[in-house]
Nanobody, 116 residues
Framework: QVQLVESGGGLVQPGGSLRLSCLASGSIANFGVMGWYRQAPGKQRELVADLTSGGSRNYADSVNGRFTISRDNAKNTVYLQMNSLKPEDTAVYYC??????????WGRGTQVTVSS
């Protein structure tokens, strides 16, 4: 019954920034891991960043140093700040909530396009 809704995607030029938001219908504190994934056409879904309930962060090497994942438990929202965007960042970005390492909830995605 958990709903995740992403927002903040759009078209941006290389070097630009976007901030994605994931609003959950319930408390994100109930999930062990909140994460952002992305999938480009013809490509496999890949982990971009995740954040555990204990505050540990993990980033894909390709985005490390450019992206930052954060959360606001009071707002039931997870964010992904994306800076210095590159064309290869173009993808649909999905919010994910994982419970007990078994149950996954997914948003429907938001398109990010980095192009001149």
């Amino acid at each position: 019954q958990v709903q995740l809704v992403e927002s903040g995607g759009g078209l941006v030029q290389p070097g630009g920034s976007l901030r994605l938001s994931c609003l959950a219908s319930g408390s994100i504190a109930n999930f062990g891991v909140m994460g952002w994934y992305r999938q480009a056409p013809g490509k496999q879904r890949e982990l971009v960043a995740d954040l555990t309930s204990g505050g540990s962060r993990n980033y894909a090497d390709s985005v490390n140093g450019r992206f930052t994942i954060s959360r606001d438990n009071a707002k039931n929202t997870v964010y992904l700040q994306m800076n210095s965007l590159k064309p290869e960042d173009t993808a649909v970005y999905y919010c994910n909530a994982n419970s007990l390492g078994i149950i996954n909830y997914w948003g429907r995605g938001t398109q990010v396009t980095v192009s001149s």
